[in-house]
């Protein structure tokens, strides 16, 4: 009878709305929303998968995340920081982008201005005595939070808290690149941007493994381990030099070069916005290239000038942003000095986690180039 | 990697969740179909991989396939549309017992009428359990979740999830049941 009894409520449920359940109803419309929010998603750390510099911006402590996915916290993170680093600059530095502008910034166009900024680039890069190294600075505050509660809270009404970190990395790039390269990360304060809870009850701040310590290795294997293994000379690889050599240095042919590196994630300006702040903050980048890559960057649909802008080192530039629903991203720029100076990403109305207000500054790099007469001696100002 | 385990909070988003998209998109508008209506549930299925994108760090691959966690969060967003859900099973309850009055009772068609009869009365049953029990259910019947991954879909030890399976099927074949001896009488 139980058998029987069964066996009638199986088929009465592979009867009941089957016409519902088996129609064939195109998905096309959910995928293409889907495609266009992930194609401008926070890049990960993994791709493109050797490039130390796209470690920075990324989940940390996955191993150690959702541990917790039934009733526990779940760390998360992504690109992302508040300007809070220099002490004597920052004190009136911005946490939002809600401040006055110190000068009228409106009637500019971001073509204008990175095209001004391109034309301003008459710097050569230093040639290296031998024993000197090529010194990279990027100081950056990036997004660090945890979110508590079980799955289905998560997401019905998720709870939980951010902080930015602030981390400084310092790389050291031998003229042979096939010898060895150091990284060097110094973690600095953090701060809480937002919570679902009062201030008070939020945990403090636990720094990370992985944003402290030196790291060594020929062109910049810091991470010997890491699949698939670095190539010296890797032409696909954005943390080496090679990548930048065979570039076009026509504005035109860089734009198109640029959509089709990201033809994989659909080519969205926002993503060849994002890719393209990868590039120019790189570091190593070369001088004759970062002209026609900013006149490039000029001609990325939606690019506007946003505000003057400060970065984490205290230099202050203009920010050319492309905005998506979750937020806006915005390459900053000096045009006077023709220098590429950093990054910001500014949280909008829908922003990944509810209790990050709209302005609140949730990513800021700034980069520096020098030359050091010494692996791991920092050059002088 | 483990397909049904992607590393999603590392991962290339785009690449990811084209691959999780046409994984399960599919299976997983069946399965919101069949609850709340294909109309609802293209939307349902929309949004179901944009919060899953928006929420990808709190997928822990160590934990459980990530086919739990995705019909949780579509679980979760059908159920802003439970009210539609129950009108559903009423409104299948009476065309099927439509049905059952305009037919003749033939020999030759008993069984059909008998399976009829059944999906009419499980249409009855669904609109009357609460909301726990129908996830467990359909979760296992129309998405075919393993009890570990309802688990990981419900958030509930996969313990809870096979008692609860036991009792709310043992409640619905009762509903099956006794009119179903009730007709044999008639």
Redo the contacts between chains.
């Keep these: 009878m139980t058998e029987r009894g069964d066996h009638e409520l199986d088929e009465a449920l592979a009867s009941l709305h089957l016409e519902a359940r088996v129609s064939d109803r195109s998905l096309d419309d959910a995928r293409a929303k889907l495609m266009a929010e992930a194609s401008s998603a926070s890049a990960p750390a993994s791709f493109p998968s050797k490039s130390p510099f796209r470690r920075r911006g990324l989940v940390v402590g996955v191993a150690a995340a959702a541990a917790a996915l039934v009733g526990g916290a779940v760390a998360f993170g992504g690109s992302g920081g508040a300007p809070e680093r220099q002490p004597a600059a920052q004190s009136a530095q911005p946490t939002t982008s809600q401040q006055p502008t110190k000068r009228d910034v409106s009637l500019l166009s971001a073509s204008q201005v990175l095209n001004d900024t391109a034309d301003k680039i008459t710097a050569t890069d230093p040639e290296l005595r031998p024993g000197q190294y090529r010194y990279i600075e990027v100081r950056g505050s990036y997004l660090r939070g945890f979110q508590v509660g079980t799955s289905q809270e998560v997401v019905s009404a998720p709870t939980g808290y951010t902080y930015l970190a602030d981390v400084t990395y310092q790389t050291w790039i031998p003229g042979d690149v096939t010898r060895e390269w150091l990284e060097r990360r110094v973690a600095g304060d953090a701060k809480l941007i937002g919570s679902s809870t009062p201030a008070s009850e939020v945990p403090a701040y636990q720094p990370v493994d992985t944003d402290t310590g030196e790291r060594r290795g020929a062109c910049g294997d810091f991470f010997p381990k890491a699949q698939p293994k670095k190539v010296c000379g890797d032409k696909t690889d954005m943390a080496q030099p090679a990548f930048y050599e065979d570039l076009p240095r026509d504005p035109d042919q860089l734009l198109a070069w640029l959509r089709d590196y990201t033809s994989q994630r659909g080519s969205a300006p926002t993503t060849m916005f994002h890719f393209g702040i990868q590039f120019l903050t790189s570091g190593i980048m070369p001088a004759d290239l970062r002209g026609p890559f900013l006149r490039a960057m000029a001609k990325i649909d939606g690019v506007k000038v946003v505000e003057e802008a400060s970065t984490p080192d205290g230099r202050t530039g203009i920010a050319l942003g492309l905005d998506s629903d979750s937020e806006r991203r915005d390459l900053i720029v000096d045009p006077e000095k023709g220098e590429v100076i950093g990054e910001q990403t500014v949280a909008k109305e829908q922003a990944d986690y509810p209790w990050i207000k709209p302005g609140t500054v949730t990513g800021s790099v700034s980069v520096t180039t020098k030359v050091a007469d010494a692996i791991g001696v920092v050059p002088a100002s | 990697m483990d397909e049904t385990r992607p590393?999603l909070?590392?991962?290339?988003?785009?690449?990811?969740?084209?691959r999780l998209?046409?994984t399960h998109?599919?299976a997983l508008?069946?399965?919101l179909?069949?609850?709340v209506?294909?109309d609802i549930?293209?939307d349902l299925?929309?949004e179901t991989?944009?919060?899953a994108?928006?929420?990808r760090?709190?997928?822990?691959p160590?934990?459980?396939p990530v086919r739990g966690?995705l019909y949780?969060?579509a679980t979760?967003?059908a159920r802003n549309h439970v009210r539609t859900e129950i009108r559903?099973y009423r409104a299948?309850a009476r065309v099927y017992a439509l049905r059952e009055a305009g037919t003749e009772h033939d020999a030759q068609i008993v069984d059909r009428l008998?399976?009829q009869r059944?999906?009419r009365?499980?249409?009855d049953g669904?609109a009357a359990l609460n909301e726990q029990e129908r996830d467990v259910?359909l979760l296992t019947?129309?998405a075919g979740l393993e009890p570990v991954e309802v688990?990981?879909?419900?958030?509930?030890p996969a313990s809870t999830v096979r008692s609860r399976l036991h009792r709310v099927?043992q409640k619905?074949?009762a509903h099956?049941?006794p009119t179903?001896e009730e007709n044999r009488d008639d």
């Design positions: 590393d909070a590392n991962a290339e988003p785009a690449a990811a969740f084209a998209f046409d998109a599919r508008h069946g399965y179909a069949g609850r209506g294909v549930a293209d299925v929309a991989f944009l919060v994108l928006r929420r760090a709190t997928y822990d160590a934990q459980a966690w949780g969060i979760n967003l559903g299948s008998d399976a059944h999906t009365l499980l249409a669904l259910l019947s129309w688990a990981a879909a419900l958030g509930v099927r619905l074949k099956l049941r179903d």
